[in-house]
């Protein structure tokens, strides 16, 4: 199969494209970021790095031809690209909408225009997003309500499509990354999840999941933290691996 993974120089996106390279399904990893991917490291026995064919976008929002030629005939996207909670104070907040929802909104009408049936598209998330649009979450509440708006037009779009796109919202609490992590990132990961209450994931785990759903068929509309890790952990397992 052909998988595009949006966002693929981030840190989830960095450890799909890592775990990608040595599915025995995955043909052609199509990454797609704003800048090129590197090739993984520790990729494992088994890998190959061949299938990654790096993709620069310079415009997300009117996608060249040269872009929508290496998307074309997709089977699968893993959607990773927005603006975090820790880099919202970066940017107006219009920008991070725009980059969150526009982005998304554009790049799944452009890979399911040329895309292979069924086209799935995994939409990564948060577990605070809020669709109900009348209910302002007291923490991130502009972030979180957009966060939701944008898993509902994904759903919508899907269910629009007449079977065409099937699509997954994936709503992690904390992803980790035990040694990995540096300090700054540890210490904001224990504050997120004893002060907001966050359940956590580890990034492999929410990597092998995605890839999964992508690969095999998408069990539910909306995967929680823990269907993440209890996916995650069993598709590990079978593959001999630990998270
Ligand atoms: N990390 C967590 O603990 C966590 C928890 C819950 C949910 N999530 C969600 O998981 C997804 C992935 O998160 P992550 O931690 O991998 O984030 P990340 O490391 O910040 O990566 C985000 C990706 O988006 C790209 N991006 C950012 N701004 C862009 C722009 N203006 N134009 C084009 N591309 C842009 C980045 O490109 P560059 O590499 O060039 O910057 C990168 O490829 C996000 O939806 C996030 O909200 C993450």
Redesign the pocket.
């Known amino acids: 199969m052909k998988l595009v993974v949006?966002?693929?120089?981030?840190?989830?996106?960095?450890e799909v494209i890592r775990q990608a390279v040595s599915h025995p399904s995955v043909n052609t990893i199509v990454a797609l970021?704003?800048?090129p991917t590197p090739a993984p490291e520790n990729a494992g026995p088994g890998a190959d790095v061949s299938k990654i064919k790096s993709v620069v976008?310079e415009d997300?929002e009117n996608y060249p031809e040269s872009v929508k030629k290496e998307i074309a005939g997709a089977d699968a996207c893993i959607?990773?690209?927005?603006?975090?909670?820790?880099?919202l104070k970066t940017m107006p907040f219009e920008?991070t909408r725009?980059?969150?929802l526009d982005?998304t909104a554009k790049g799944l009408e452009a890979m399911a225009a040329t895309s292979n049936k069924p086209f799935r598209f995994i939409?990564?998330?948060?577990?605070k997003a809020e669709r109900d649009q009348s209910k302002k979450p007291w923490i991130l509440g502009d972030y979180s309500l957009m966060?939701g708006q944008v898993e509902s037009h994904v759903l919508n779009y899907a269910k629009q499509s007449a079977g065409a796109v099937q699509a997954c919202i994936?709503?992690?609490?904390?992803?980790?990354a035990p040694g990995r992590m540096g300090i700054g990132?540890t210490v904001?990961?224990t504050i997120?999840r004893s002060i907001i209450g966050?359940p956590k994931?580890e990034?492999s785990e929410?990597a092998t999941t995605m890839i999964e759903q992508a690969v095999n068929g998408i069990e539910k509309e909306t995967l929680l933290n823990e269907d993440l890790v209890r996916i995650g952990q069993k598709t590990l397992a079978e593959q001999g691996k630990s998270s």
């Open positions: 949006a966002g693929s120089t981030g840190f989830v996106g960095t970021a704003r800048r976008c997300f959607w990773l690209i927005a603006i975090t909670p820790g880099k920008q725009k980059i969150c982005y939409y990564t998330s948060g577990a966060r994936t709503r992690p609490g904390i992803i980790s990132m904001l990961s997120g966050l994931v990034v929410i």
